[in-house]
């Protein structure tokens, strides 16, 4: 099997990675492997069971009686399929990120999502977003990018998004939860987010979907010439 290309995209929440790396898989028909949504899989499993994502003993106990699983419908959209069950809308809730955030600074849930998301880039050219990709999970992707904003602008974005999915969203209280998931996600002992040493920083606060999505073709062209 020919080597499989990859490219990183790791940032804080709601810097638009999922927007532009979508955007940019389908360009180059890669495969866009969201690696947050695994997180946010694990945390809604513990949810239902009513264990804390804090609670360490109670997750280790569990963690055995989960499988989760990757598959993509027809229109390459991916969907989270836990124990069997497609659980894809299920885990975009407000209360959903911030478990996922809490859950996700646990290092046994860490260690069973590395072959999870490895094996995936072994199979295929992949576009991954998350926080530690790059730094982590595949530390010799071919291309890195670590997208960012402003809390602000992040929390703007958020709002908007939420609100365009019906849901009930105030832009003090998304600012606040951004803040808390950035100062979690960052400051955990094991993979926190932080840029790679050899990734390139885009900051999106002042450039919308195209402008992004056109700064990184360019990089992405000048490390991989397609
Ligand atoms: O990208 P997201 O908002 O769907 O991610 C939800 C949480 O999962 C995030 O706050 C931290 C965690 N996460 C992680 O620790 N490592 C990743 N590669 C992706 C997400």
Redesign the pocket.
Known sequence: MAKKIAIAIDGP?GAGKSTIARRLAAELGYCYVD???I??TVAYFLDLLGISPKDADGVARYLDELTVSITYDEEGKQHMIMNGMDVTEDIRTQEI?QK??LV?ANPLVREMLLDLQRDMAKEYNVIMD????GTVVLPRAKVKIFLTASPEVRAKRRTAELEAKGQTANYEKVLKEIQQ?DYQ?SHRAIAPLKQAKDAVKVDTSELDIDGVVATIRKIVEGKIGQ
């Open positions: 929440a690696t947050g949504a997180y946010r990120s996922a955030s996700s998350g926080r530690d990709i998931r996600d």
